[in-house]
């Protein structure tokens, strides 16, 4: 013991802990999955409208995506969002949301997460707020006790049963469709969607992933098609169907994956398998439930999710000048 007290004396002590950055944090989780909510320590973008935000972000200030999801403090699976003040005329604020390889279009967990961690701190009541991201306005309706109703932005089927052949898996047929990110939809193939199946999941996704870049499959106007989603029937004869999300940095969503949910909508609002105000109920990978429907606005899919998030930590992540990892370590 003593040996330890004389090595901690003999330590050099940082100067000033103010030299070191502090980015504030809250993480919850929705359905399994982790959102952390940066409330302070980004450059400021204020002024700058959403996409010039993710723009800025991604060319200059892309470290403290990493610093905030990346390991040492984050992992592959933590999902960051940065609060903004908002946008459009009326939002409560604007949000951004990061993963350990760069940023996303909408994320429905998080939009929950986000909320359900503005109840925690005592800033918003149950009611209906609106939230600007970076591809549109979303309105949510905070019920209370972490329990969130968003109304995401349109989705839409682009392509229905688009052909791919997939080295080590062979012929698969899936659909690509829009729920604020972009999704390729297919089949399990038969594997299990269950927790003791993620490698043999995960394999196949990223083989689907693969071929689609290699086949030059792409959402509208040429945009990467980032997440796969693999489906199945429920485990639970209460829902609708299940799913197993894996997300552009390899990480699979343990939840059921709002913007995935809200795709499979589309695809099935286009095959006329749901009706408009009917429910579906999603099961993820671990089986945690979101509750969808959607209403038609002309001939567009306005989807709705209703899922529930539990804060679990709040954290202030310190950037050590003097650390090599500081600004976290990107995955391989
Ligand atoms: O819930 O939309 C979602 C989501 C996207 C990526 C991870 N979760």
Same mark, same amino acid.
């Given at each position: ?19 070191? $950055? ?10 399994? $999955? #982790?959102?952390?909510? /940066?409330? &302070? ?14 723009? !800025? ?17 984050? &992992?592959?699976?933590? @999902?960051?969002?940065?609060?903004? #003040? ?5 939002? =409560? ?16 967990? +998080? %939009?929950?997460? @986000?909320?359900? %961690? =503005? $109840?925690?701190? *005592?800033? /918003? &009541?149950?009611?209906?707020?609106? =939230?600007?991201?970076?591809? +549109?306005?979303? %309105? ?6 972490? /329990? ?13 049963? @688009?052909?791919?052949?997939?080295? +080590? ?40 992933? !693969? ?7 792409? +959402?509208?106007? *040429? ?52 009706? &408009? ?5 999603? $099961? ?21 999710? /209703? *899922? ?20 976290? @370590?990107?995955?391989?």
């Amino acid at each position: 013991m003593a040996r330890v007290d004389a090595a901690l004396a003999a330590r050099p002590v940082q100067p000033d802990n103010v030299a070191m $950055e502090k980015i504030v944090c809250l993480d919850s989780h929705t359905g399994g $999955e #982790p959102t952390r909510l /940066v409330m &302070s320590g980004f450059p400021d973008m204020a002024q700058l409208p959403l996409p010039q935000v993710v723009q !800025q972000l991604r060319t200059r200030h892309d470290r403290y995506r990493a610093a905030t999801v990346c390991e040492p403090r984050g &992992s592959d699976v933590v @999902v960051g969002a940065v609060l903004l #003040p908002p946008r459009a005329a009326g939002s =409560l604020a604007s949000v951004v949301f990061f993963n350990n390889v760069g940023y996303l279009g909408m994320c429905g967990h +998080g %939009t929950i997460g @986000v909320m359900a %961690t =503005l $109840e925690h701190l *005592g800033r /918003v &009541s149950p009611g209906r707020y609106a =939230l600007d991201t970076p591809v +549109g306005t979303v %309105t949510v309706h905070l019920r209370g006790q972490g /329990v969130v109703e968003i109304d995401n932005v349109a989705a839409y089927r682009h392509r229905k049963g @688009v052909p791919l052949q997939v080295p +080590g898996i062979g012929l698969v047929h899936g659909d690509v469709a829009w729920g604020g990110n972009w999704f390729f939809l297919c089949d399990a193939g038969g594997v299990d969607i269950g927790l003791a199946q993620v490698d043999a999941l995960t394999e196949r996704a990223w083989a689907i992933r !693969q071929a689609l870049e290699a086949a030059g499959v792409t +959402g509208a106007d *040429g945009a990467a098609i980032d997440h796969v989603e693999l489906m199945s029937a429920p485990h639970d004869a209460a829902n609708h169907g299940r799913n197993f999300v894996l997300c552009p940095g390899r990480a699979y969503d343990r939840s059921p994956c709002g913007t995935g949910t809200s795709a499979k909508l589309a695809c099935l609002a286009a095959d006329g398998r749901l009706a &408009s105000g009917a429910a579906w109920r999603q $099961e993820s990978v671990l089986g945690s439930v979101f509750e969808a429907r959607y209403r038609l606005d002309g001939d567009r899919v306005m989807p709705t999710i /209703v *899922g529930r998030a539990h804060v679990c930590a709040e954290t202030t992540l310190l950037i050590d000048p003097a650390d090599p990892y500081a600004w976290g @370590v990107a995955p391989a």
